[in-house]
Nanobody
């Protein structure tokens, strides 16, 4: 069974940095795009950053220049380096990956359980 497990969240002061990690485990054939989303209280879940299997990236405007997404295809991990954090970055951050569990299946989205990031001002 495929699982995505995030780590690295926590409490940080404004201007500080955090690095989130997400590990994919279980039986799978291949991983396509991976990404990070976030959901603040009372708001919808939104895209933070995504990265293709070839390393192409895209970012939400709110995080461009501050956040960097990367991945390790061998380790089946995706990372989010977050710098110069501000209070508006406070949210639960979710890892997402499009995974083909076998050669027969299509790619399907999988989600982690989320990790809380709280930025104090």
């Amino acid at each position: 069974q495929v699982q995505l497990v995030e780590s690295g969240g926590g409490l940080v002061q404004a201007g500080g940095s955090l690095r989130l990690s997400c590990a994919a485990s279980g039986s799978m054939f291949s991983i396509n795009d991976m990404g990070w989303y976030r959901q603040a209280p009372g708001k919808q879940r939104e895209l933070v950053a995504r990265i293709t299997s070839g390393g192409s990236t895209n970012y939400a405007d709110a995080v461009k220049g501050r956040f960097t997404i990367s991945r390790d295809n061998v380790k089946k991990m995706v990372y989010l380096q977050m710098n110069n954090l501000n209070a508006e970055d406070t949210a639960v951050y979710y890892c997402n990956a499009d995974i083909k569990v076998s050669w027969r299946t299509s790619y399907a989205p999988f989600w982690g359980q989320g990790t809380q990031v709280t930025v104090s001002s």
